[in-house]
């Protein structure tokens, strides 16, 4: 797989999977780039540049093949497998986060939620404990999850992150405002919540401009 | 202001003004786009460039001045206003939501929250008691609020999509997995959590491909 893929194709390709998932939900076969482009809101030429860097060619007079599609997308997201995530941070967020069951069916799923909040130790959430941030480390080791979720306030992302990175988890899904960078082969991938209500209102701004 | 900016850019300079106001903050009164690359991990000529598009230049020699692109920043991202904002949609999200107050030092400001759960209405957060979407109607042609944030599962969205867009919102933020288009006038901001996940996973396995 050719490496050099940029991270805004990347990006798109999330939303390819899940329009074709909704395609396949409804029995459709098989679909040309111009139609995929009306129901994104893609132009068609993007649509087939974007699938030609993962080799996935759509047929001339044919189209895609929304199953083969789909299964080609689902290997390159990397979601063939399960991945175990732990939560960090048991506030409002993360139990927003275990309760949502859309993870669960592309494969995450949460094993563990941690807390240093003497009132939430113990509560039930979604079938999940919430167990006290001083047993983190001891369930890294012996749980070994692939994704540590973040749902801190900003500076507390720094007492857990060295235990987090030290345990071998692959990846970090962070909600904290700080920027993570990618460290000791441990991928980050980051919402930040404040910018995307700043783009908002740039949207909002720019019409009045 | 130019109006042709592409959307990559515009979701770049949220970072920008973040990274100036933790600068402004440290005391710092200006700053070269060589340091600037270092601290945001983007590349100096991208900055420059970025930049260029809103008329900010850096000085030869002397960088930019900190205070000055912040405020300009500022305006760009038409953060020099109040926005208020109701929320449909009152679980763990929509609670996770209110209680984050770094929205509020943005000038974002919740007036309202909706659900239609009979365990919630009535219940407070963050000083904002919970109501039933039956008032949603007449509490948007009172308060009028700039910004409806949808907290919804997917499919409820469609229930209230028409009041919120008939009643004069400029903008919709949406956590919804139900992709929405701008709509009369209505701009609209997604924040899909999924697909951020299948982001990650996708890093996670291009590793190891």
Chains 1, 2 share one sequence.
Request: proline share 2%.
């Amino acid at each position: 797989m050719d490496r050099m893929i940029s991270m805004s194709v990347v990006k798109r390709l999330p939303r390819y999977f899940r329009y074709l998932g909704e395609l396949s939900d409804k029995g459709v076969t098989r679909v040309s780039s111009k139609d995929l482009s009306r129901l994104m809101d893609i132009t068609a030429s993007q649509i087939r540049q974007d699938l030609n860097n993962f080799g996935c060619f759509g047929q001339q007079g044919y189209g895609y093949n929304v199953e083969m599609l789909k299964d080609e997308l689902a290997k390159i997201l990397g979601l063939t497998r399960v991945y175990k995530l732990v939560i960090i941070g048991a506030g409002n967020l993360g139990q927003a986060l275990v309760s949502y069951s859309r993870f669960a069916k592309r494969g995450f799923e949460f094993i563990g939620m941690f807390d240093i909040a003497p009132e939430l130790i113990g509560r039930e959430i979604s079938g999940l404990t919430i167990m006290h941030i001083n047993g983190l480390k001891a369930f890294l080791n012996e749980k070994k999850p692939d994704i540590a979720v973040f749902c801190l306030p900003g500076e507390s992302v720094r007492d857990v992150l060295d235990i987090v990175i030290e345990s071998g988890v692959e990846g970090i899904w962070t909600f904290s405002h700080l920027d993570l960078k990618n460290m000791g082969g441990v991928k980050v991938q980051s919402v930040h919540l404040t910018d995307s209500l700043m783009t908002l209102s740039y949207m909002l701004n720019e019409e009045k401009s």
